[in-house]
T-cell receptor, first 115, second 109 residues
Framework: GAVVSQHPSRVICKSGTSVKIECRSL??????MFWYRQFPKKSLMLMAT?????????EQGVEKDKFLINHASLTLSTLTVTSAHPEDSSFYIC???????????FGPGTRLTVT | DAKTTQPPSMDCAEGRAANLPCNHS???????VYWYRQIHSQGPQYIIH???NNETNEMASLIITEDRKSSTLILPHATLRDTAVYYC??????????FGTGTRLTIIP
């Protein structure tokens, strides 16, 4: 399958700071990218969907001003957690989909710990 | 989105076939059945998908009942590396992938 990378894989930051997570599709053009969040022992929860060059569509209950998503190119999307708090500590996973809707691939995830 | 019901956990002996069931009785006509798995602390991995015919690839086989209300994912010769949470997800067209609670499959040596 196609490869999706995320960087960093782990990050620890202090409360009140902002953290940027990058998601790249390495061998295909991702017209749509998705950001998920996963708490321990829970399932993945979709946070937002973004199409290249458009504003992201956020799921109900997800603060768009806190979780800034940029999908500036067909191979890169970023998620910025602004003014992070300990409750934002989670496993963040991106996913990319190309022209063929049935092909959707996931990154390895980024574990964020806010102290 | 169609709702799914999967057993919360299953065990399978190494080398045996693992059969993971999924009920999706409210699936609509244009929704495919997708299967993904998530190994601990990794992103989900695509396994297979199908509409109404049975499907097979290098990873698994997917058996869909004639009425499409349920399906079974078959891992023919389970290995320890197949220990993961398996998700059955009905999805149509360009819809989002919505994850349920899945089945935690443990392969026993």
């Amino acid at each position: 399958g196609a490869v999706v990378s995320q960087h960093p894989s782990r990050v620890i930051c202090k409360s009140g700071t902002s953290v940027k997570i990058e998601c790249r599709s390495l061998d295909f053009q991702a017209t749509t990218m998705f950001w998920y969040r996963q708490f321990p022992k829970k399932s993945l929860m979709l946070m937002a969907t973004s199409n290249e060059g458009s504003k992201a569509t956020y799921e109900q209950g997800v603060e768009k001003d806190k979780f800034l998503i940029n999908h500036a190119s067909l191979t890169l999307s970023t998620l910025t957690v602004t003014s992070a708090h300990p409750e934002d500590s989670s496993f963040y996973i991106c996913s990319a989909r190309g022209d063929r809707a049935y092909e959707q691939y996931f990154g390895p995830g980024t574990r964020l710990t806010v102290t | 989105d169609a709702k799914t019901t999967q057993p919360p956990s299953m065990d399978c002996a190494e080398g045996r076939a693992a059969n993971l069931p999924c009920n999706h009785s409210t699936i609509s006509g244009n929704e495919y059945v997708y299967w993904y798995r998530q190994i601990h602390s990794q992103g989900p991995q695509y396994i297979i998908h199908g509409l109404k015919n049975n499907e097979t690839n290098e990873m698994a086989s997917l058996i869909i009942t004639e009425d499409r209300k349920s399906s079974t994912l078959i891992l023919p010769h389970a290995t320890l590396r197949d220990t993961a949470v398996y998700y059955c997800i009905p999805r149509g067209g360009n819809e989002k992938l919505t994850f349920g609670t899945g089945t935690r499959l443990t392969i026993i040596p």
